[in-house]
C-alpha cells in the first residue's frame, strides 16, 4: 500500500470519483434560461429531447472533469510519493515541491509566467491543506 505506483493509482482513482461528480453537480447548473438565445432554442424542443440533449451534455462534462481530476490527482500523488522516497523524510516540504512540480507543469501550456504563477499557485495550496491536515487535533 506504501508503493509509489499504488498511491498514484488510488489518489486518480479517487480523482476521477470526486471530478465525476463535481462535474456532473456543476453541469446540471449551467443550463440556460429560456431568456437567452440558446435557452429559447432548447425550450422550442420535445421534452424528450431537451432531456435527453441535457443528460448527454451532463455525462460528457462530467467524464472531462473526472479526467481532469484524476490527472492532477495522480501526478500531485506520484510527484510527492517519488519525492518523500527520495528525500526519505515525510514533512511539508515533499507537498510543498509537489504541488510546484504539478502546478508547473500543469501551467506549461500556457508559458513560463503560467508556469511559475502555477507552480507558486498549487505550491501554497498544499502548504495550508498539509499544515491544516498535520495540526494535532487536540487544539
Given at each position: 500500500?506504501?508503493s509509489c505506483p499504488v498511491k498514484t493509482v488510488m489518489s486518480g482513482t479517487a480523482g476521477f470519483a470526486l471530478g465525476g461528480a463535481f462535474g456532473l453537480f456543476m453541469s446540471s447548473m449551467s443550463y440556460d434560461t429560456p431568456l437567452t438565445p440558446q435557452g429559447?432554442?432548447?425550450?422550442?424542443?420535445?421534452?424528450?429531447?431537451?432531456?435527453?440533449?441535457?443528460?448527454?451534455?451532463?455525462?460528457?462534462?462530467?467524464?472531462?472533469?473526472?479526467?481532469?481530476?484524476?490527472?492532477?490527482?495522480?501526478?500531485?500523488?506520484?510527484?510527492?510519493?517519488?519525492?518523500?522516497?527520495?528525500?526519505?523524510?515525510?514533512?511539508?516540504?515533499?507537498?510543498?515541491?509537489?504541488?510546484?512540480?504539478?502546478?508547473?507543469?500543469?501551467?506549461?501550456?500556457?508559458?513560463?509566467?503560467?508556469?511559475?504563477?502555477?507552480?507558486?499557485?498549487?505550491?501554497?495550496?498544499?502548504?495550508?491543506?498539509?499544515?491544516?491536515?498535520?495540526?494535532?487535533?487536540?487544539?
Amino acid at each position: 500500500m506504501e508503493s509509489c505506483p499504488v498511491k498514484t493509482v488510488m489518489s486518480g482513482t479517487a480523482g476521477f470519483a470526486l471530478g465525476g461528480a463535481f462535474g456532473l453537480f456543476m453541469s446540471s447548473m449551467s443550463y440556460d434560461t429560456p431568456l437567452t438565445p440558446q435557452g429559447q432554442q432548447l425550450a422550442n424542443l420535445p421534452i424528450r429531447e431537451q432531456l435527453r440533449r441535457g443528460f448527454k451534455d451532463m455525462g460528457v462534462r462530467s467524464f472531462s472533469s473526472a479526467k481532469n481530476f484524476a490527472m492532477v490527482g495522480a501526478m500531485f500523488a506520484g510527484t510527492e510519493c517519488c519525492i518523500e522516497g527520495y528525500r526519505a523524510k515525510n514533512d511539508l516540504k515533499n507537498g510543498i515541491a509537489a504541488g510546484c512540480i504539478t502546478g508547473g507543469i500543469l501551467g506549461a501550456k500556457a508559458g513560463p509566467q503560467a508556469a511559475a504563477i502555477g507552480c507558486a499557485g498549487f505550491a501554497a495550496f498544499s502548504a495550508a491543506l498539509d499544515y491544516y491536515l498535520r495540526l494535532p487535533s487536540d487544539i
